[in-house]
């Protein structure tokens, strides 16, 4: 089989495997699908309705300000808890595969990606009920996107290389995802903080991606060239370590399967 | 907001211990991959001894059949195999007082589909071990690695031809699984190797890769993609698939509400619908469904045989193998106990459960 061909049938079986991911995740409800726009819709609303009491002095527009962050944080969380276990989950199918086991990692976070999609309907008519203008400063979105996912998939590929040994980094990376969120100041202001913490918000990555989708919709502004570099440098560099890490363990993941 | 300004201090140092954890998890992961490679050494001084203690009993029982009316003057430069048995195995074939000579009638040295040479799987055991962060910290500490390798598969070598179908016994835990999975290159051997073009194998376990949420149809094209089919070839053997699993009716339900009769006939469907799946490996999978549909799974390996697949089968029932296969493989424990026709290899099978 030629690589074409190899390619054409991987992304094939990607697209099997999302398509299972999504239809198993509401199969058991009575509108199926649709929960798939709903569940985001409903969050948004009801997190737009507290926080649009709360926080609102100090900045304009708070409901979208906190979505424009809370939907690429769901995209990166979303993606690397799902990606996390998949080797596990799927440990009989893995027995069969003739294709490389990545496929399956890449089937998550795609997962992820069309469950982004989803939210993006709700978030569009989010940005609709607030007035927000757009400028076309949003043809940047899919670049953010595309960095975001490559750095969720370098994530992924650690984790997942590291779960298969030790059932426990599932629990350590829910605690460090707590704390990764308050990091990435989701619903605060960050020139409201001093010294250390802001700089450690201000050089965390998903802050990047966060604070290049707000100055995008709220500012109706290209990213700065700070930020430009911090996502891709990001996206690249950890993609590359986690894909390392995860060829070179490939054969000790095998057998500990 | 100085609040605020406490608590992301107080989960920054948090956030450093955790770094600090997931690090020594690493090393401690290297630090045992080194380990992995001395104790290695140390067990295959100790099997080589206790091999040479046990020669003299087994001797009588080992018959050995490499030695193939013509193979060893038929044998090319390109053609592998046969002839790099292992030593302990030659010692076998000068001593042992039966040997047995497989037919070549149909098969010709050069076909040589898979050839398993000198396979050893060994697998790293840890006493007790511990899948725990907190007990690996405590043992880092206190630098205890216990390990004990475990050799599933010790220095096994067979051939299978093109259009032979090799059925492969052996009782519980004794490494069948683990060949047939070093064979579908699931599993890198430890020391030999195998030589096989892993594109043309199809391996069939079980009810393996069956989502029990999904409906029989969105499984058909699970499986089929992962198996290697494409979505046009599934499209066009779809009501094929389903006539042979004889599932009509049921296919847009979900599996969760299906026989596992059912599953398992719908995976062997699934698995044997391609025209000529060069290489079929069937992991306990003929001795499900009814009887009908055993017969009709037996017929359908049979057709394949002849259109020149090759089919490993492996089984714990003597009978599947008397009637489907051509030669049988007997693994025991890790060691290759016989290879040959299977009447006889069943045979001797039978009598060591006595």
């Known amino acids: ?257 | 907001m100085s609040f605020f300004v406490q608590m992301i201090v107080i989960l920054g140092i948090v956030m450093v211990i955790t770094v600090i954890t997931a690090i020594t998890i690493i090393c401690s992961h290297y630090s045992n991959s080194k380990k992995k490679k001395s104790g290695k050494r140390k067990y295959a001084a100790k099997s080589e001894s206790r091999k040479s203690g046990r020669k003299t009993a087994q001797s009588q029982k080992i018959v050995k059949n490499k030695k193939t009316v013509s193979g060893h003057t038929m044998l090319g430069q390109d053609a592998v195999t046969s002839q790099k048995t292992a030593p302990s195995q030659k010692k076998n074939d000068t001593e042992g007082n039966s040997i047995h000579r497989i037919e070549p009638k149909d098969f010709d040295e050069n076909d040589v589909e898979v050839s398993v040479q000198n396979v050893t799987m060994a697998f790293k055991k840890e006493k007790d071990e511990s899948t725990s962060l907190k007990e690996l910290l405590i043992r880092m500490a206190k630098r205890q690695h216990h390990y004990e390798m475990f050799e599933a598969l010790k220095d096994i070598s067979f051939d299978v031809h093109r259009g032979e179908v090799v059925g492969i016994i052996g009782t519980n835990g004794s490494g069948k699984s683990t060949i047939l999975k070093i064979i579908s290159g699931v599993l890198a051997p430890t020391k030999g190797k195998v030589i096989v073009d892993k594109r043309k194998i199809q391996l069939l376990t079980l009810g393996t890769g069956f989502d029990y949420e999904l409906t029989g149809r969105e499984n058909v094209y699970l499986n089929g993609a992962i198996i290697g089919y494409d979505k046009a070839y599934i499209d066009a053997h779809y009501n094929e698939i389903v006539k042979f699993a004889e599932l009509e009716g049921f296919m847009e339900e979900k599996v969760r509400n299906y026989s596992s009769g059912m599953v398992s006939r719908l995976a062997f469907a699934i698995a044997t619908i391609r025209d000529v799946p060069e290489i079929l490996i069937l992991d306990e999978v003929l001795s499900v469904g009814d009887m009908f549909f055993r017969q009709k799974s037996e017929k359908r390996i049979r057709e394949m045989m002849h259109a020149g697949s090759t089919v490993l089968i492996v089984s714990h029932s003597t009978s599947v193998i008397k009637k489907n296969c051509t030669k049988a493989v007997w693994i025991e424990k890790g060691h290759l106990r016989m290879v040959g026709k299977p009447d006889e290899v069943c045979e001797a099978y039978e009598k060591m459960n006595d």
């Open chain 1, 1 to 257: 089989m030629s690589d074409s061909e190899n390619r054409k049938q991987y992304l094939f079986v990607i697209k099997e495997l999302t398509s299972r991911e999504i239809k198993r995740k509401y199969s058991r409800s009575k509108l199926g699908i649709i929960w798939s726009v709903l569940n985001p819709l409903l969050t948004m609303a009801v997190l737009s309705l507290i926080f649009s009491q709360i926080f609102r002095r100090s900045i304009e527009n708070f409901p979208i300000y906190y979505l424009s962050g809370y939907i690429l944080w769901q995209l990166f969380t979303g993606a690397t808890n799902a990606a996390m276990t998949t080797l596990v989950d799927n440990k009989l199918m893995l027995i069969k595969v003739k294709f490389p086991m990545e496929i399956f990692i890449l089937a998550r976070v795609y997962t992820a990606l069309v469950n982004f999609g989803y939210s993006l309907i709700a978030y569009v008519l989010m940005l609709l009920v607030f007035r927000v203008r757009l400028t076309a400063a949003i043809i940047c979105i899919p670049l953010v996107v595309f960095f975001i996912m490559l750095f969720s998939l370098g994530i992924s590929y650690i984790l997942a290389t590291g779960y298969v040994f030790f059932g426990d980094v599932k629990h350590l990376y829910s605690v460090l995802l707590t704390l990764w969120m308050y990091m990435s100041a989701l619903f605060y202001p960050v020139d409201s903080l001093k010294g250390l913490v802001r700089v450690c918000i201000l050089n965390n990555p998903i802050y990047g991606y966060v604070g290049s989708m707000r100055r995008i919709v709220l500012d109706g502004q290209i990213p700065t060239t700070f930020q430009f570099a911090q996502m891709v440098i990001w996206g690249i560099v950890v993609y590359f370590i986690g894909h390392t890490l995860f060829r070179k363990n490939r054969n000790a993941i095998m057998q500990k399967i």
